[in-house]
């Protein structure tokens, strides 16, 4: 598939025009013109970087990629190692921030929900980025046991702060750092609130109104959604994807 045409097949498929981001969605650094083989991971650290180039890819393709709004925006330092590493090797990246998280089947929060068994019903939060919905299965569970559950299908220790007997219903979702939509969540009718991290002031909500709060990584909960995009390239659009897992523990 040609740079161009992968391009506007990603911007299609995840609706990148609909959302008002903190960075460009889609080709952020222009590469080589056909692309056959990609490498997929969450962010386009300098480590990825080095997995693609030793696997001679053509394209990165990322949830967290770069020139994020506020930053400084000088090449030097650790941009300028990154991008200089990019550009000599002829590597094009591609980034979908909050398209990835939103969509409904590729997305980080879809993926979530099918590894928890969660049944989505409903959507909030500015550019309804969160998900509502409900446990799947008979008894209903505590929020300690979600979050031991959580826990083991993600393979990293989640954090729980608030009623850990409470047995929730309507369960909430964000992944990544989305704990500012916590309190949309609860007006949403949550029982519960999954994210990836935490803050001081989450504490003190969860404890005050009597939601529990789960923190289950942001690393973790994003790693669903650049590992779907791969796979499904692969099986539609003739692209050898690879998805690299960088390990991060935040």
Known sequence: MQRDELRRYLNDLLDASRFRDYCPNGLQVEGRGEIVRAVCGVTASLALLDAAIERDADAIIVHHGWFW????????GTRKSRLARLLAHDINLYAYHLPLDAHPDLGNNAGLARAMGWQTTGRFGD????CVGEPSGGALLSARAHCDQIAARLGRE???VGDATRKPVRVAWCTG?????????IAAGAEMFVSGEISEQTVHLA???????IAAGHHATERFGVRSL????????GIACEFIDIDNPV
């Open 177 to 185: 750092g989305a704990q500012g939509l916590f309190e949309q969540a």
């Open 69 to 76: 709004r506020g930053e400084d925006g000088t090449v030097t």
């Open 230 to 237: 791969g796979e499904h390239l692969t099986r539609n659009a």
């Open 127 to 130: 550019q309804d980025i969160g």
């Open 158 to 160: 989640a954090m729980l």
């Open 207 to 213: 404890r005050e109104s009597g939601v529990p709060f």
